[in-house]
Nanobody, 127 residues
Framework: QVQLVESGGGLVQAGGSVRLSCAAS????????MGWFRQAPGKEREFVAA????????NYADSVKGRFTISRDNAKNTVYLQMDSLKPEDTAVYFC????????????????????WGQGTQVTVSS
């Protein structure tokens, strides 16, 4: 079992920045590929960004590429999502997700790939 807790969400104006954090309770954080997903009202959960266990491989949805940055600090068991140049369409509940990969340095972009999920944090971007 892996417990994930997101934080850092809130209300921000368009063009502003927010950094989300996801803290993991596991002792094997370095063996987890991590990802961020988001879900807006009335829409399905969608991929946002992902990072491999070593932090050197990343993938982003086209809608956030160049604006969002995913990173991780394995010493702190934490993954981050730096969100810059925010748009109203970024408004959603943001979820942290993890997949156990052992020593394999993969990055995953599908919802079905992930084993563990946080409860989500709301990000609202005003016009």
């Amino acid at each position: 079992q892996v417990q994930l807790v997101e934080s850092g969400g809130g209300l921000v104006q368009a063009g502003g920045s927010v950094r989300l954090s996801c803290a993991a309770s596991t002792r094997t954080f370095s063996n987890l590929a991590m990802g961020w997903f988001r879900q807006a009202p009335g829409k399905e959960r969608e991929f946002v960004a992902a990072v491999s266990r070593s932090g050197d491989l990343t993938n982003y949805a086209d809608s956030v590429k160049g604006r969002f940055t995913i990173s991780r600090d394995n010493a702190k068991n934490t993954v981050y999502l730096q969100m810059d140049s925010l748009k109203p369409e970024d408004t959603a509940v943001y979820f942290c997700a993890a997949r156990f990969t052992g020593t394999t340095n993969y990055v995953f972009s599908l919802l079905s790939h992930y084993n563990y999920w946080g409860q989500g944090t709301q990000v609202t971007v005003s016009s």
